[in-house]
C-alpha cells in the first residue's frame, strides 16, 4: 500500500473516530478546527516538483472528509483553497495568510521550548509571551494557540527528535507537574481578558494603523455605530515612551502593548504584570518518626546484565548501522563487538571521553574501560535484541532470577534492581530524585518506562498507597540507595505593583463609579505562614503586618494567632503608609512564605485607594515594567532547589533581561567570550538572543553557531539551528552564509544525523544563494561512508568532482576503506591512484585495510604485489610498507594453518 494510501487510511480513520462522538462544531461538539499535514513548508523545498502536487492532494484528501469545519495547513503560504495557511512561532503579527478570503491565524505560540540534554532550560519572559499575543490581535489576528499551555512529560521512550529530554515543560503556563506557573499562567489570563473587551469593535470592522513616531504604532478598530477599541504599541526593544493619541498622553514601556477597549482607558500594559509569582521547589519529605523519604524503599533485589554479543542471531556489517531499524525500536540497546589491536599504552584505555552525543561503549571484558567516538568505517557484529535483562521480562518485575542479599552491587555498571514503595503522603505531585545514580532507565510495574533524568515526573494517578515495585537499570554505576521521592510544592508567592499600574481588569465590568473608585491591585493567595512576615526588613512591610494585627516586634502576639492564615485585607493609603518620596513613582512589594497551595485557597488581596499610593519607592525609573519575577532586592525566584549553579546562573540572568541591548552588542559580547573560550558565560548571554526575534543581523546568528562548533557543543549547535536560529533567520529575512551551512552539516554529521545534513546541503543553491564548496562535500562523503552509504558517498564525489573541487584526503580515505571492506577492491585501489594523483595522501590504516581485503580474495602473491607497487611509486614508504607486508605474511601464516 503507498503512503499516500495509507495517509488517508489514517486520516479517515481518525475523522470518523471524531464524528461517531459528535466532536465536530458542525455538530454541536468542541472542535473548531482541523489540520493536515504540519509545516511541509519548511522542508518542501528539498522533494523539488514533488512538494506542490502532494500538498495539492492532502488539500483534496482532507476536504473530502466532510468535518463541517475548517482545515488548516501550518507554515504552508502555498496551501490551497479552501485550506487556510496558518502561522507557528513566537511572533506572528506581521504574518499574512495568501488569500485575503482567508483569516489570520497562529496555530502554534511558542511559550517556551524543548529541553535538550545539555542545554539550559529555556525560559519565555511572560512579558514577551504577551506583548507577542496583544500585537498578533493588534495587527488583524484572528485566532492564535498556545504550544504548549500545558506542560507534559513523555514517558517511555516517546521523546521526539535527538537529545529532547523526557521532559516536556515548555516553560508553559501549567507545567509539566499540573501547577500553575506564575506569572505566566495570571498575567496571560489578564490579557485575554483585556482582548475580550475589545470584542465587538474587533469583529465587526478591520484594523486602522497610524505611526505614532519611530517604533510607536496606534491602531484602532471603530465601528460605524461608534464602538472603539484601540491598541498602542512600543516595539522598540531600547527605551519606554510617551505618546499622544486621541489628545491624550499614554505611557508605553519597551517592548510593549497598551489595549484600550473604548480607545481613552488603558485596561492592561503587556509589560506590567499584576499577578503574584510563585516560587516552587523539590522538597524531599521526612516521615513524622524522623525518617527520610529514602526508608519508603525496601527489599531491594538485582541482576547482573551480562556484557558483550550473546545471542544466537548476531550478524557481521560494514559501517554503521541505523539502529531504530536495527532493533525494530524495540530497545535502546545494541551491542557491538568489534577486535582491535592495543599495546597497552594507548590513551583510550585510561582516559574516559563524556560526550553527550552518540557514542559507543566499549568493554574489554571485563571492565569498562572507555568511551571512543565511533568515527571510521568497521566491520563488527551486532545482536539486535538488546538487554538480555529486555528479553528475560526482567522490567516486569516477576522474573525468578532476582538476588536478595544485604551487600546490594554499588557503583558497578549494568546492573538490575528491583525495590518496593510507598506512594508519598499528601497530594503534591512526586518525583523521583535519582541523584547518585548514572544512566539508565526505570519501570514502574507496569506503567512507567521513562529515561532517567536527576528529577522526572511519576504521575499520582500511577501509584498505589503500598505495594508499587519499581524496576531499575543502571548502565554506567551508581547507588540505589540514594533514590528518593520528592514532591513539587509552592515555596512562597511573591508579587510587585506600583501606582502606573492599571486597575484590575476585572473591574472593567462594573460600574462607572467603582471604577473611579478603584486602584492598582497586588493579590496573593495560598495559606500563608504568618512566622513569614516576621522575616521582613522592609519598614513599609512592618506596617503592613501592623495594620493586619500582627506584630513585628513581639512574638506573644504572633503565637496569638492561627500559624496559617488565610486571607489579609489591608487598605494601602499615605495616611496609613506616609509619602517619603513625594513626586516618585512607588513600587510596593510583598512575599509569603505559603503552607501548600490549594486550588480552593482564599487570596490575599492588598489594594490601593483611588487617593493612594504604594509606599516602597521604586529602584526604577517612573512607568518602567518592573520584572514580574523579582519580587524584591531580597526575593529570589528560582523554581527549582536543586537545579544545577551554571543553569541556574543562566535562568536568573535571562529573566532578568529587558531586551536592553542591540545586535551589535550581543555580537560583540558572543565574539569576545567565544574567543576566550568562556562558552559557559557565552551560553548565558545567547539565551536571550533566542528569545527576540527582532535582535537580528547575519554576522550575529554565524558567530554563535560558530562558536558552539568550536566548543565541540554540536548538540547545541544543531539545536539552535534547527528548531530556533534557522527560523528566526528566515522569518528575519537573514540568509545564512556558506560558513554557517558548513557548519551545520559538519554538526549533523559527526551527530549521525546525515539524513539532515544532506537536506541542507540539497536546499544550498535553491533555498540559499551559496553554493556547496569542497568542505560541504566533504563532511558529507565523510558522513556517507561511516554509515556504510557508499554509493551515496561516490555520487556526492562525482558531483564534487564535477563542480571543479578535489576531495580531501579524508573523504578519499573514507571511500577507500568503505569500498573495500564491502569487498569492492579494484575501486577501492583506483580512488588510491587517483589520490596520489591529487597530492592526497592515506594513512597505515586504509593502505592495510586495502591490501588485507585484497589478500581475502585473491591471496597473498596479489595483495604483495599491490603493495611493491604502492612503494615504487613512492605513495607509501619503506617503514609502512615493510610493517604491511609483515602483517600480511603473519595473516597468510595463520590461514593456512
Known amino acids: 500500500m503507498t503512503a499516500k494510501a495509507e495517509t488517508k487510511r489514517f486520516t479517515a480513520k481518525i475523522v470518523d473516530l471524531m464524528k461517531q462522538e459528535n466532536l465536530y462544531a458542525s455538530q454541536g461538539g468542541p472542535i473548531i478546527l482541523s489540520q493536515i499535514e504540519n509545516e511541509y513548508g519548511n522542508i518542501d523545498s528539498a522533494y523539488g516538483g514533488g512538494a506542490k502536487p502532494y500538498i495539492t492532494w492532502a488539500a483534496t484528501m482532507a476536504t473530502s472528509l466532510n468535518t463541517g469545519v475548517p482545515w488548516v495547513m501550518c507554515q504552508q503560504k502555498d496551501a490551497p483553497n479552501p485550506i487556510i495557511d496558518t502561522c507557528n512561532g513566537f511572533y506572528c503579527d506581521q504574518y499574512t495568510p495568501n488569500s485575503n478570503n482567508k483569516p489570520k491565524m497562529w496555530t502554534e505560540n511558542w511559550s517556551g521550548w524543548f529541553s535538550s540534554f545539555g542545554d539550559p532550560l529555556p525560559y519565555r519572559p511572560t512579558e514577551d509571551v504577551a506583548f507577542a499575543v496583544a500585537r498578533f490581535y493588534q495587527l488583524g489576528g484572528t485566532f492564535q494557540n498556545y504550544y504548549m499551555y500545558h506542560g507534559g512529560t513523555n514517558f517511555g521512550r516517546s521523546s521526539g527528535g535527538p537529545f529532547i529530554t523526557t521532559t516536556y515543560d515548555y516553560d508553559a503556563p501549567i507545567d509539566e507537574y499540573g501547577l500553575l506557573r506564575q506569572p505566566k499562567w495570571g498575567h496571560l489570563k489578564d490579557v485575554h481578558k483585556a482582548i475580550k473587551l475589545c470584542e465587538e469593535a474587533m469583529v465587526e470592522t478591520d484594523p486602522k494603523t497610524t505611526s505614532l513616531g519611530s517604533n510607536l504604532e496606534a491602531t484602532v478598530y471603530k465601528t460605524e455605530s461608534g464602538k472603539c477599541a484601540a491598541f498602542l504599541a512600543n516595539v522598540g526593544t531600547q527605551s519606554d515612551a510617551t505618546v499622544k493619541f486621541n489628545g491624550n498622553s499614554y505611557s508605553l514601556a519597551a517592548w510593549s502593548v497598551s489595549i484600550l477597549p473604548d480607545c481613552k482607558n488603558v485596561v492592561l500594559n503587556t509589560a506590567k504584570i499584576n499577578s503574584m509569582s510563585t516560587v516552587t521547589k523539590f522538597v524531599h519529605q521526612s516521615s513524622e518518626d524522623g525518617a527520610t523519604d529514602t526508608d519508603a524503599f525496601s527489599g531491594w533485589s538485582w541482576i547482573y546484565e551480562p556484557v558483550g554479543v550473546s545471542s544466537n542471531n548476531a550478524f557481521t556489517k560494514p559501517g554503521l548501522l541505523e539502529q531504530i531499524n536495527t532493533t525494530a525500536d524495540q530497545s535502546d540497546y545494541l551491542w557491538y563487538s568489534l577486535s582491535i589491536e592495543t599495546k597497552g599504552d594507548e590513551p583510550f584505555l585510561e582516559d574516559h571521553v563524556d560526550s553527550l552525543g552518540h557514542a559507543l561503549k566499549v568493554f574489554l571484558i571485563p571492565e569498562l574501560w572507555s568511551i571512543v567516538r565511533f568515527e571510521r568505517c568497521w566491520s563488527y557484529r551486532a545482536s539486535p535484541i538488546g538487554l538480555k535483562g529486555e528479553g528475560l521480562g526482567l522490567s516486569t518485575g516477576s522474573s525468578s532470577l532476582w538476588v536478595s542479599r544485604p551487600a546490594l552491587p554499588k557503583n558497578q555498571p549494568l546492573v538490575w534492581y528491583k525495590t518496593t514503595f510507598d506512594a508519598p503522603s499528601g497530594s503534591s505531585p512526586v518525583a523521583l530524585d535519582f541523584t547518585g545514580l548514572g544512566k539508565g532507565e526505570a519501570w514502574r510495574i507496569l506503567q512507567l518506562n ?63 463609579e467603582t471604577r473611579k473608585r478603584a486602584g492598582p491591585t497586588l493579590s496573593l493567595g495560598c495559606l500563608i505562614h504568618i512566622r513569614s512576615y516576621l522575616r521582613s526588613t522592609s519598614p513599609a512591610l512592618e506596617l503592613l503586618m501592623d495594620h493586619a494585627g500582627v506584630s513585628a516586634t513581639a512574638d506573644a502576639a504572633a503565637k496569638e494567632l492561627s500559624p496559617l492564615l488565610k486571607r489579609i485585607d489591608v487598605r494601602v493609603s499615605v495616611n496609613t503608609f506616609g509619602d517619603p518620596c513625594a513626586g516618585t513613582a512607588k513600587t510596593l512589594a510583598v512575599e509569603a512564605s505559603c503552607a501548600y497551595f490549594p486550588a480552593s485557597a482564599d487570596p490575599t488581596s492588598i489594594t490601593n485607594s483611588a487617593t493612594s499610593t504604594a509606599v516602597v519607592p521604586s529602584s526604577t525609573a517612573p512607568g518602567l515594567p518592573i520584572p514580574a519575577t523579582t519580587c524584591g532586592p531580597d526575593i529570589k525566584n528560582i523554581e527549582e532547589e536543586n537545579q544545577e549553579e551554571r543553569d541556574s546562573r543562566c535562568e536568573t540572568r535571562s529573566k532578568r533581561q529587558r531586551f536592553g541591548h542591540n545586535a551589535l552588542t550581543y555580537h560583540v559580547t558572543i565574539k569576545k567570550l567565544g574567543a576566550a573560550k568562556m562558552y559557559e558565560e557565552m551560553d548565558c548571554v545567547v539565551n536571550p538572543v533566542l528569545a527576540v526575534s527582532s535582535i537580528a543581523s547575519e554576522p550575529l546568528y554565524n558567530s554563535m553557531i560558530y562558536y558552539f562548533t568550536e566548543a565541540r557543543k554540536l548538540v547545541r549547535a544543531v539545536n539552535i539551528f534547527k528548531r530556533i536560529l534557522f527560523k528566526q533567520m528566515v522569518d528575519s529575512g537573514i540568509e545564512p552564509d556558506i560558513f554557517c551551512l558548513n557548519s551545520m552539516i559538519k554538526g549533523y554529521v559527526l551527530s549521525l544525523h546525515v539524513n539532515d545534513a544532506l537536506r541542507i546541503f540539497h536546499q544550498m543553491g535553491t533555498s540559499y544563494e551559496c553554493q556547496p564548496n569542497s568542505f560541504s562535500y566533504d563532511y558529507l562523503i565523510h558522513g556517507l561512508c561511516a554509515q556504510g552509504r557508499t554509493q551515496n558517498a561516490r555520487e556526492i564525489c562525482d558531483r564534487m568532482k564535477k563542480s571543479g573541487f578535489v576531495p580531501s584526503s579524508k573523504s578519499y580515505t573514507s571511500l577507500v576503506n568503505s569500498l573495500a571492506l564491502e569487498g569492492e577492491v579494484d575501486e577501492a585501489v583506483k580512488f588510491l591512484w587517483e589520490m596520489a594523483e591529487h597530492q592526497r595522501w592515506a594513512d597505515v590504516i586504509t593502505y592495510r585495510t586495502v591490501s588485507t581485503e585484497m589478500l581475502r580474495q585473491r591471496g597473498t602473491r596479489e595483495a604483495l604485489r599491490f603493495l611493491y607497487l604502492l612503494q615504487e611509486k613512492k605513495v607509501v614508504d619503506g617503514q609502512t610498507y615493510q610493517k604491511i607486508v609483515y602483517e600480511l605474511e603473519d595473516n597468510s601464516h595463520y590461514e593456512n594453518i
Open 450 to 512: 521513562q529515561m532517567s533524568e536527576k528529577l522526572y515526573h511519576v504521575p499520582r494517578s500511577w501509584l498505589k498507597p503500598s505495594g508499587n515495585v519499581l524496576v531499575l537499570f543502571e548502565q554506567e554505576g551508581g547507588d540505589p540507595t540514594k533514590l528518593s521521592f520528592a514532591t513539587r510544592e509552592v515555596q512562597s508567592i511573591c508579587s510587585r505593583v506600583s501606582d502606573s499600574h492599571p486597575i484590575p481588569v476585572e473591574m472593567w465590568t462594573a460600574d462607572e
